[in-house]
């Protein structure tokens, strides 16, 4: 994909979930890392929340910002492992109506230069929601800051060409 850019930006609404049974908003790196990159993108912070790893809890969380319609887009860190408190994707891929799959292919991709062959344990995926863009990433600020600046960055730009999310958003909820 070429990273050229000549459009205007658009700035979009995106709301921020961490999944956590251990950190509070003063011990999470990953949710403030995500916070003030895409402020710093020019995007705006609708909401931030952090919640235990209960699948409820998640998916109510999830479901209100997906009904909301100036949340355009969500972005969770946490309980994409496959430990058994580990409910990200169990929670939340029910509620998608299509998954992006190259999303967690490139993640992992992207991961293994970091990490090596422990990026299988990562379950980061993506889809669309009631034309709501939501991302998954794992907990570690490292991840974040990896799915942030090499994907989801420059797919939340509307100036990236040859395409992005963005321009697909007056479409999503087509039929």
């Given at each position: 994909m070429s990273s050229e850019k000549n459009n205007e930006f658009k700035a979009i609404n995106i709301s921020v979930l961490t999944i956590s049974d251990s950190r509070g908003i003063e011990q999470d790196d990953s949710g403030e890392y995500l916070v003030s990159a895409l402020k710093e993108q020019g995007h705006f912070l609708n909401d931030r929340k952090i919640c235990k790893d209960?699948?409820?809890?998640?998916?109510?969380?999830?479901?209100?910002?997906?009904?909301?319609?100036?949340?355009?887009?969500?972005?969770?860190?946490?309980?994409?492992?496959?430990?058994?408190?580990?409910?990200?994707?169990?929670?939340?891929?029910?509620?998608?109506?299509?998954t992006i799959d190259g999303f967690g292919e490139m993640f992992r991709s992207l991961s293994y230069q970091n990490i090596k062959t422990s990026t299988l344990q990562s379950r980061a995926f993506a889809g669309v929601a009631n034309g709501t863009f939501i991302f998954c990433l794992p907990g570690s600020p490292g991840a974040c800051k990896d799915g942030w600046n090499f994907l989801i960055k420059d797919q939340l730009d509307s100036r990236t060409k040859p395409c992005n999310l963005v321009e697909l958003m007056p479409r999503l909820n087509e039929e």
């Open positions: 209960n699948l409820y809890e998640i998916r109510a969380i999830i479901s209100q910002w997906i009904l909301d319609e100036n949340v355009h887009g969500i972005i969770t860190t946490g309980g994409t492992g496959i430990t058994g408190k580990d409910g990200t994707p169990e929670a939340i891929l029910p509620l998608l109506d299509k």
